[in-house]
C-alpha cells in the first residue's frame, strides 16, 4: 500500500498562486509515476499534471503555462505550483500514484479544496 498526504490548498483571489505538496510513503518501490487531477461536484476527475520517475512530465492541454509540476525523490514528495488562478481552477485537488505497467494500480490522497474568487 502507498499513503498520500497532500497538504496546500486554500481560497486566493484570481491572479495569485497556490502550491500543492504530496508526500508518499509506505510501499514506494510499487509506484513510478505520481500527479494530480481534480474534480468539481458533478463532474469526472481529470487529470492536471503528472510526473514519472525519469522526471518526464504530462499536462492538460488547458493548464500549460500555469502549472507546473516537479517532484523530489529524496522526500517522495510531488508539488503542484499553481499561477494565474483563475475562478474556474476552483475544484478538489487529488494526489495520484501509479505505475506505468500497471495501470489498475491506482492509490489516491484524500484530496485539497483549491477556491479561487474572483
Known amino acids: 500500500q502507498v499513503q498520500l498526504v497532500e497538504s496546500g490548498g486554500g481560497l486566493v483571489q484570481a491572479g495569485e498562486s497556490l502550491r500543492l505538496s504530496c508526500a508518499a510513503s509506505g510501499n514506494i518501490n510499487s509506484i513510478n509515476v505520481m500527479g494530480w487531477y481534480r474534480q468539481v461536484p458533478g463532474k469526472q476527475r481529470d487529470l492536471v499534471a503528472e510526473i514519472t520517475g525519469g522526471d518526464s512530465t504530462t499536462y492538460a492541454n488547458s493548464l500549460k503555462g500555469r502549472f507546473t509540476i516537479s517532484r523530489d525523490n529524496a522526500k517522495m514528495t510531488v508539488y503542484l505550483q499553481m499561477n494565474s488562478l483563475k475562478p474556474e481552477d476552483t475544484a478538489v485537488y487529488y494526489c495520484?500514484?501509479?505505475?506505468?505497467?500497471?495501470?489498475?494500480?491506482?492509490?489516491w490522497g484524500q484530496g485539497t479544496q483549491v477556491t479561487v474568487s474572483s
Open positions: 495520484h500514484a501509479g505505475h506505468v505497467w500497471y495501470p489498475g494500480r491506482n492509490y
